[in-house]
């Protein structure tokens, strides 16, 4: 017996080839109208001997490649690590209300061009608040670090280089920044012992630097130093740091060479900016 006569008695559904002619055509355009409206699918291919994490050799971010969102993150904090933001008219309204101020002008960098220093509470609001936030957003991706506390933003100030534009000249990118706190102590550098003397007690903090464990008074403190990656080596660091000593303290201007700034775990960058600026003498402190 076949089956297709019990699915007719029955009143199930039947084969194709079980349809007179004229049925079985309607049959098969119903068919194709069904899978036309059916998701075209991509064959993916898995290669397990290639990874698919990328790290960028420009901003030094590791992401996945092929997800929009990690490539669109990339592509933003790649831009601003190399070219930094951009200070435009609506950060320059709210200079006033925002407490902004001018530290120098006409800064002249080591390629002959000149820019500006303000700088800011670190805990401001508003639009200018909101610039420096995704600033450090991309300062802290950059160098690996955790988000600044709330506390540790009250007790500091932004100290920001601008530079105008070469395309356009009423307009400044944010090309460096120092955020500078007051602190209690911190540690001095360890000296590298000689062959004649015995090494006291030290601990390592990273990047080849050792401090000794006994906290010394200290007034300032650096927990961030970033230079965008087209502009370094033109003495902008320098720049902020010294305006940083100059100002932060109102009436006082501290002095690294005597131990009277510090700087939390720096990068291997910021390690020799720091030991040329501060002759040697800088500290190292914890957040």
Not at 122 to 140: C, E, H, M, S, Y
Request: proline content about 7%; some cysteine.
């Amino acid at each position: 017996m076949r089956t297709y006569s019990s699915n007719r008695k029955h009143g199930l559904n039947p084969s194709p080839d079980d349809l007179p002619p004229a049925k079985r055509v309607k049959h098969l355009k119903s068919v194709k109208k069904v899978h036309s409206k059916q998701q075209t699918l991509t064959q993916l291919h898995f290669c397990i001997d290639q990874t698919i994490l990328k790290a960028c050799s420009r901003c030094g971010l590791s992401f996945t490649k092929g997800v929009p969102d990690d490539e669109a993150l990339h592509r933003a904090h790649c831009a601003q690590v190399q070219k930094g933001m951009e200070w435009g008219r609506e950060e320059e309204k709210e200079t006033i209300k925002a407490g902004v101020v001018q530290v120098k002008t006409s800064v002249k960098l080591k390629n002959g061009r000149k820019g500006r220093i303000i700088c800011f509470p670190a805990d401001v609001g508003g639009k200018v608040g909101n610039k420096l936030l995704a600033l450090l957003q991309t300062i802290n991706r950059s160098l690996s670090s955790p988000p600044l506390t709330p506390p540790v933003l009250q007790a500091s100030k932004a100290y920001l280089f601008l530079l105008p534009q070469e395309t356009a000249s009423n307009r400044e990118q944010i090309v460096g920044c120092v955020i500078a706190q007051r602190i209690s102590e911190a540690m001095a550098i360890a000296e590298e012992p000689t062959a004649s003397t015995a090494a006291p007690p030290t601990i390592d903090v990273g990047e080849g630097l050792f401090c000794y464990p006994i906290p010394l008074p200290t007034p300032l403190g650096i927990p961030r130093l970033f230079v965008t990656s087209t502009h370094r080596r033109q003495g902008i660091a320098s720049h902020l740091l010294t305006a940083a000593a100059d100002t932060m303290i109102y009436g006082c201007k501290v002095d690294p060479r005597k131990g009277e700034v510090a700087f939390t775990q720096p990068t291997r960058d910021g390690s020799r900016v720091m030991q040329k600026w501060g002759g040697g003498s800088v500290r190292i402190y914890e957040e």
